[in-house]
């Protein structure tokens, strides 16, 4: 599991990803996914932006068709009070508020298409960002 924040402008960006496999092709494939962020998160319109570029940068790798890396995409706005969210194949992530129990927030999923199981299918959401939000008094 590997994870990454990037400050932009208004915003905190980051990505919490877990790559298939071990050894040096997983190495190598962590490496594209934290560049392809790195690199995308500045300027990217959406989250939406962001997994598409990363999408293309895993097709770009030459390794077999197999692997597989899941990945949670979030974006911190207004002072930390709200978030978004957006799935590509990880498991939802809990929000844990002071006064409440932790729940599952529920986000939008985009497939990373030659890196996810087969039984795992989803639409990729519109570039407009259709990214699941919270704010503080959800």
Avoid at 9 to 31: E, F, M, N, S
Avoid at 76 to 94: F, Q
Avoid at 101 to 114: A, D, E, G, K, N
């Amino acid at each position: 599991i590997l994870g990454l924040a990037v400050a932009v402008p208004g915003a905190l960006r980051l990505i919490v990803a877990d790559v298939q496999g071990k050894g040096l092709a997983a190495v190598q494939t962590a490496a594209v996914v934290l560049g392809a962020f790195r690199e995308t998160a500045y300027d990217a319109a959406s989250l939406a932006e962001i997994a598409a570029r990363i999408e293309i940068s895993l097709v770009r790798q030459a390794e077999p068709a197999d692997e597989f890396v899941t990945a949670i995409l979030a974006q911190v706005t207004d002072g930390g009070s709200a978030v978004e969210i957006l799935s590509c194949g990880h498991p939802a992530p809990l929000l844990s508020p002071a006064d409440k129990m932790p729940f599952q927030i529920t986000p939008v999923y985009f497939r990373l298409h030659r890196y996810q199981s087969s039984s795992n299918q989803g639409a990729a959401p519109s570039s407009g960002g259709n990214t699941s939000s919270t704010g503080n008094g959800s």
